[in-house]
Every structure is written in C-alpha cells, then in structure tokens.
Nanobody
C-alpha cells in the first residue's frame, strides 16, 4: 500500500520553528515530486512548497519564501519542511502530496497533478 505520513506538527510561539516530515511507505520517493500544502479553517488548500526529483529544484509560495525550506533524504525515504520565523497566519493543517515525476521540475503555480496525499499534521502558531 502506497502511503505518505506527515509528522512534526505542534504548537509554537510566533518566531519559533518546526520541522515537518513526510515519510513514504510502500514505494521509494526518489523519483517523485513532493509538494507541501496547507489549509486553514474556512480557507482553500494552498500550495506552500515543492521539490522535484528530476533536478532537486525547489519552489515556494511568496508567503513563505525565506522562512520555509524543503529538502529530501532519499535514504530515509522522507521529505522535510523546515519552517522558521513562524507567524500566526501559518496556522493550518499541513499536507504532503506526491506524484511519480522523474523528469519534471516542480512549480508552486502548478501542483494539481500530485495525487497521493498524506493525512495532514496540525501546526498552530500562537502566543
């Protein structure tokens, strides 16, 4: 069974940091594009960041550029989202999603082809 499992969410004060993990089981992430998304209550799902398998290219939403960094560790079959300088508006459920895509560079503007989703992890930023 192909599965993505997110972890690392929690509560943090503004200005704090968290690292989310997205671990794959049942398949190797090595040739997959991975996207991170978030959804706050009452809002639509927003693409946050992505990392390509083809060239390790990364892209991010303007709202998180300079604060969030995506990386992958193929040996651990895991993709990470390092989140620094967190703000209350970063509060949301964060999801990772994947698509077998060994030749395509990802763009935050076009991630609707990702089809395997995790269950999400809650991030709350509050004082």
């Amino acid at each position: 069974q192909l599965q993505l499992v997110e972890s690392g969410g929690g509560s943090v004060q503004p200005g704090g940091s968290l690292t989310l993990s997205c671990e794959a089981s049942g398949f190797s992430l090595e040739h997959y594009t991975i996207g991170w998304f978030r959804q706050a209550p009452g809002t639509g799902r927003e693409g946050v960041s992505c990392i390509s398998a083809a060239d390790n290219r990364q892209d991010a939403a303007d709202s998180v550029k300079g604060r969030f960094t995506v990386s992958r560790d193929n040996a651990k079959n895991t993709v990470y989202l390092q989140m620094n300088s967190l703000k209350p508006e970063d509060t949301a459920v964060y999801y990772c999603a994947a698509k077998f895509s060994p030749y395509r560079s990802c763009s935050i503007q076009s991630l609707n082809y990702l089809e395997l989703w995790g269950q999400g992890t809650q991030v709350t930023v509050s004082s």
